[in-house]
């Protein structure tokens, strides 16, 4: 058993940067991949990153490649999405979540509960 709990949201202007933490309790977490997922108003959960159990192996979405970076700490057992170059379009909740390697939040087994980041203009 996994469980999640997000922090570091909030509101900043475009250009701006915000560093979202992902805290896990459990001794498996490190045995999962960790995904960053994002949803916005009225859209579907989106793909944002994924890492694997050893953080050495990620993957990001189109979208945000090149800005965000995601890492983990097994130490802390902590996962961390650093947010670069924030635009409007990345306003959304974020949730962090474990499981499966993919791209898909099917893959995933547990979720944190969220937080809001929002980009103004």
């Known amino acids: 058993q996994v469980q999640l709990v997000e922090s570091g949201g909030g509101s900043v202007q475009a250009g701006g940067s915000l560093s979202l933490s992902c805290a896990a309790s459990g001794r498996t977490f490190s045995t999962y991949a960790m995904g960053w997922f994002r949803q916005a108003p009225g859209k579907e959960r989106e793909f944002v990153a994924v890492?694997?159990?050893?953080?050495?192996?990620?993957y990001y979405a189109d979208s945000v490649l090149g800005r965000f970076t995601i890492t983990r700490d097994k130490a802390k057992n902590t996962g961390y999405l650093q947010m670069k170059n924030l635009k409007p379009e990345d306003t959304a909740v974020y949730y962090c979540a474990a499981g499966v390697w993919g791209t898909e939040p099917s893959t995933y087994t547990y979720w944190g509960q969220g937080t809001q980041v929002t980009v103004s203009s």
């Open positions: 890492a694997s159990g050893t953080g050495i192996r990620t």
